[in-house]
C-alpha cells in the first residue's frame, strides 16, 4: 500500500498529493524554510552546482511546486526552465513569485503529471527534482518518462529527503519529524495531514542504493549520492545513457 496524505480517502495517491499541496501553497514556502532552518537552501545550492559541468540551456524541473529550485537554476544560465507539478495553486505562486523578482523572462510552468510528460523525446538537457521524487505515483513511470524526454547524456539531479542512521541525528530527527514537524504544521497550516504525511512519505521511501537501483532499472548511468546535513537530505546524480 502506498503512503498516502489522507488515510480514509478513495482517490488515487496522485490526486491526494495534488490536493494536499493546494490546500497548503499559501504556507509551504514559509513552513518549508521555517522547519528546516534554511537548510533547505543550501542543499538546492549543492545540487544546482552538480549540473555546472554539463551548461543545459533548457532545463526541466518536476515537481517545481513554488518554484525555488527552477528559480535556484538561473544562475546556470539557461535559455528556457520548464517547471512542471500537479499542484495548480503550487504553480500560481510559482508565476508570482517569479514576477515579483522580475526575473528573466526564460520559465514556463505547467499543471501536468510527471508520470505522463507532454513533451518529446530527447527534448531537454537536464532534469532535476527536489523533494517530489517520494510523492510519484509510480515511482518507476515517473522516472522512465524523465529519462525519455532527457538527451543522451543528459544529467538527473533529485534532492530528496533521507533518514539519518546515526545516533544522536537518528533519533533527535525521528522525535523531529513525527511529534515536532506535525504540530507546528497544524498551527501553521489548514492542512493537518500535510505534515504527518511527511515524515511517513521519507519513512517509505527507497532512499541511498536502493534508489540508486530504481534509476539504473530506468536507464540512467553515472550513478552518485551525497548524503548531506547528518543524512538528512540526499543528492542523487545520474546520466542518461
Known amino acids: 500500500m502506498p503512503v498516502t496524505p489522507y488515510k480514509n480517502s478513495s482517490e ?3 490526486r491526494q498529493v495534488a490536493q494536499m499541496f493546494d490546500n497548503i501553497a499559501p504556507k ?3 513552513l518549508n524554510h521555517f522547519l528546516s532552518f534554511n ?4 542543499w538546492r545550492k549543492k545540487a544546482v552546482n552538480m549540473l555546472k559541468k554539463k551548461k543545459p540551456l533548457q532545463i526541466l524541473d518536476i515537481a517545481t511546486g513554488t518554484g525555488d529550485f527552477a528559480i535556484a537554476v538561473l544562475k546556470l544560465n539557461p535559455v528556457k526552465v520548464t517547471g512542471i507539478d500537479i499542484s495548480s495553486e503550487m504553480l500560481k505562486i510559482a508565476e508570482q513569485k517569479v514576477k515579483n523578482k522580475k526575473l528573466p523572462d526564460v520559465f514556463e510552468f505547467l499543471c501536468c503529471d510527471s508520470e505522463n510528460l507532454p513533451f518529446n523525446d530527447n527534448n531537454f538537457d537536464a532534469a532535476t ?3 517530489g521524487v517520494r510523492n510519484f505515483e509510480n ?3 515517473g522516472l522512465c ?3 525519455r524526454v532527457l538527451r543522451t547524456g543528459a544529467p538527473f539531479v533529485v534532492l530528496e529527503f533521507s533518514k539519518p542512521a546515526y545516533f544522536p541525528a537518528k533519533q533527535f530527527y525521528h522525535f523531529y519529524s513525527f511529534y515536532i514537524l506535525p504540530f507546528i504544521g497544524r498551527l501553521f497550516s489548514k492542512d493537518a495531514s500535510a505534515y504527518t504525511y511527511l515524515p511517513e512519505s521519507i519513512q517509505a521511501f527507497p532512499e541511498g542504493q536502493t534508489f540508486l537501483g530504481e ?3 530506468a536507464g540512467f548511468v553515472n ?3 551525497n548524503r548531506l546535513t547528518f543524512g538528512v537530505a540526499t543528492i542523487y546524480y545520474a546520466e542518461k545513457f
Request: glycine share 0%; no cysteine.
Open 12 to 14: 488515487t495517491k496522485k
Open 28 to 30: 509551504y514556502d514559509f
Open 39 to 42: 537548510i533547505d537552501k543550501l
Open 129 to 131: 527534482v527536489a523533494f
Open 139 to 141: 515511482l518507476h513511470v
Open 145 to 147: 518518462q524523465i529519462n
Open 215 to 217: 534509476l539504473q532499472l
Open 223 to 225: 550513478l552518485k549520492q
